[in-house]
């Protein structure tokens, strides 16, 4: 984690970054229902998930949304912000023991309303041990120009 | 948390619930980072937050997307399921002893190309104890039709 | 979780509610642990555990008692509060990866001698996933009179 | 912790032991909220609160139960074992910040329906910071008879 | 935990005391690293970890060091303080589901430039469930002398 | 996060890094009692602490060392491994609400026994919001010689 100063001209399109895997375990499944009280059994109770087609508990998606948004969370540009997201998509189940890796591409610049900041989308994906994208989003950010 | 079957026909255009309130407390924050790896100064840090323009210290976006949507897991449909996220948008930040709650309303009901379904839209919008609206977003599911 | 009055009349004998299922997880033993401070080695040592009659890691009366009156926590009356508990006992131990889930039943109606007020029992059943009882006892509520 | 064993006819009536304090915190409000999943705004609201006759949140019974059990878990008797408790009740709030601890006087010796054992009965008081007591409960043990 | 004043005089050379076990779980990591901020592969990767020479993820240094020193935490002594540590060394890997145990003998006494006090030095060994060394270090206190 | 080759010879004698700061909350108190059982009062007990020198709860020293060791672990370099410790002292005590940062230099490098490899020692500086040294260690590294 640290602090890089970048303007809205210094992204360049198509740059990507790649960050290291993390394993999501049961205990990324109790923490994320104990902070978000989402104690759905699709999460939280193995037997009934042996009756359902996955057979297995599932990951929440916001916990795949905040571990992969954390994962990119390497460097901080003091020029920059987070407006939103869009086309937030679970792609395929995140299960207990699955390993997960995040990449994020620019995939749009573009100008903004607000005076003085260009728009900057990030293509981010998610991928599991096996290389199959299991979540993708488009993250938003306006960027200071020069 | 309960069980209530409902299919595409059965869901109401501008039908709405509302979650009863949760203040977001410095132990949600550091648990966030906890789970995420984001230990980012504007979570994190007091201090050099009180250099920057709002302060204090704000809340992880992800943090509050995943309390509201936990929120709003009172029901479990077991014809439908979560396609994913649109037009999530931050639009004032959460500070330590904010109280949030959330409303949803349905507000689109159209066709969707998987066959036997249909797509609902809930907008979902994240109120603060002083009634601003602080996050918004569109949760995309897909019913199965009667 | 939601908000719906009911006086003492409203109450019917006999009357029942279901909670669903969880799994008890290792992580929920640690988590327990470290909020009392209990890292008795019944709990928490699975070498000396399986010198034991159980020859495995036990869940700690506390958490299992806290999670089935969690898992009843789903509606507010704001004319009832909670005395407390009478009858708690630990029927069989609850092992990592056991689900359990909470049966309520009405079992008694009474006066009470706080004015305005009635005494009512609520049953409390707490089975695995083999529906054998695990844990039983009786919450004493006061509820007011209409 | 340390391990003394102590057999029926070693428990003196009306011996007692006292644990140190500790201070309730807003985190094992949340913490506890997230092992149980009650999300109850008697203990998550702040903003609800102060519109209730307490003003502020206050402590799920369970988990000043729990921390007071914990508390008086510093010696593990290997012919003993906990049967359950009788006559919980919760006689004032906790609220954040308070300090606890936990009072135990042996109450009760008397014979046992299983062969070999005699029962001892716990008496537990819980204590704030000015000495007002906030829960009572009968802890029930089983002890080997030499 | 319980308090018992001893002095400098009272340290008796080669006196030790062990703790009981604790199994280090999986979910002692994942807090480990929610702590530290610490997400090495490491300790969280499991998959890359089985590209590793010890072929399964192994546990931070400073976790094992802050449960060996949380075992030892069982008596406090108002007239001693803790002043530091000295050759902490990590001499094994710790893995998931090892249990771990922790010796402490008083090594060293001596004369310290503070007046009024003595200093002693406590050895510190932490085994796992095969009696090897994992990890030892030497703990310096500050007693007062009579 | 990011991975860095670096050999014996790359390391260069005074260079130094420095972590952003991070703000030690009650929260990481209570955690870090929950990781390590360790509920001394002088941690968790306000009261008790009001009649103390410092008047306030303390850190534990395993926590500030564990986090300042988690600020510095930002890269991950394949040719040095962490052997372990030295002259770990904690000169001023860090209480709730306190901000620490983490300074790291390279203070020697010799020969070591291990061949192939060299010994690194990084002198460890934690500093408070006042600027004041809290603690200091040093890590000894053996890093793979070209």
Chains 1, 2, 3, 4, 5, 6 share one sequence.
Not at 18 to 44: C, K, N, Y
Not at 60 to 70: D, E, K, P
Not at 74 to 95: C, M, T, W
Request: charged residues 25%; hydrophobic residues 35%.
């Amino acid at each position: 984690m640290h602090i890089k100063t970048e303007f809205f001209e210094d992204y360049i399109l198509g740059d990507s970054r790649e960050s290291l895997g993390r394993t999501i375990t049961e205990t990324d499944f109790v923490l994320h229902a104990g902070q978000t009280g989402d104690f759905f059994p699709h999460h939280m109770d193995a037997e009934w998930c042996k009756t359902q087609p996955f057979k297995q508990r599932i990951a929440h998606g916001t916990l795949i949304f905040s571990v992969a948004i954390g994962q990119t969370a390497s460097q901080i540009n003091p020029e920059a912000f987070s407006k939103g997201y869009d086309r937030l998509r679970f792609i395929k189940p995140v299960f207990i023991g699955d390993t997960i890796h995040t990449k994020i591409a620019i995939s749009e610049k573009s100008e903004d309303k607000k005076a003085g900041y260009g728009k900057i989308v990030e293509h981010v994906e998610v991928y599991n041990q096996n290389n199959e994208i299991v979540m993708v989003c488009d993250h938003i950010l306006l960027a200071k120009k020069k």
